[in-house]
């Protein structure tokens, strides 16, 4: 604090009195939020009176940064892009190497039967996967809804497998619409910040017998805590002609919704992906556990697990258990 002792001016504050030659470094140390902008006043010339204190509600701090949902999703004045631009969605990664303990050489569905031939691929091969959205309508409702369409492609690329001229041995594409619901409510100490109502079609573009399909609506809702995201999805399979449906039985295998666990930790994050059928007499499901951490400048290093089924589509119902290494460039959060 600055003190009146009938002559100079007597600085007994916690650092550094200010004089001419104080320096804005200086004025860092003060603890005090009005000794600190005295400081920061006598560092730049400006005159200060010490006998009028300058009011804490007046000294405006800096707004805290946009929480990483809060990016995604564009939740807050701040976060917000132009119409009909693209923005990020799911991962972006690419990896060069991914292994399998059970190759699916001969998929089968209860339609569709088994493909009576080994298809010969081999149990290395490549994976990326390609994921964007773009908003079509913004601040509905009050600034309460948005409306985005996404698109997220996986791949299989049997790259190594030279005796059958390196075929992809499955894409899966899957476009959907999304109608955000802006949220803020707590939970066991986590944010609520949006729900996502959403309808999703996802398929292999392939003929029968090699053909899968599915179509679901589902509730996203997402949740967060610093450096912490959960993101929880039931959905519902809309019901399609047993005749007509290439995989009648996916859900015993892919469930009935996720889970996604996103955990940053300096330069690192840390996901899990868990799916279930919720029959306990005949369990199924998935887990998938990603790693990502710094490599070079915008690059990440990416290590990725998956066991249980689904991986793809053309492996609903098939059981395995994978690792792949590669690269990230766009992450959950």
Known sequence: MLIMSGGPLIWAGD???????TSSSQCRTIQQETDRLRCYDTAVGQPTDPKKEVPLDVVKLP????????????????????????????????LPARYTTNVNNQPSSPTEGTVPKSLGYINTEVKFQLSAKMKMLDGLFKDHLDVW???????????????????????NYEPEIIFTIHTDYDVFGLRGRFVNLGIVHQSNGRQDPLSRSWNRIYAQFGFEHDGFALLVRPWYRIKEDWSADNNPDIVQFLGHGDVVAVYKWGGHTFSLLLRSNLNFWNLHGAAQIDWSFPLYRQLKGYVQGFTGYGESLIDYNHSQTTIGAGFLLLNWM
Not at 15 to 21: E, L
Not at 68 to 86: Q, V
């Open 15 to 21: 650092a550094v009195p200010p004089s001419s030659t």
């Open 63 to 94: 707004d805290p940064p946009p929480t990483p949902l809060a990016e995604l999703w564009e939740l807050e004045p701040d976060t917000k892009h132009k119409l009909f631009s693209i923005r990020p969605y799911k991962q972006v990664y690419l």
């Open 149 to 171: 369409i996404g698109y997220t492609q996986l791949s299989f690329f049997q790259m190594y497998s030279k005796s059958i001229s390196s075929p992809f041995r499955e894409t």
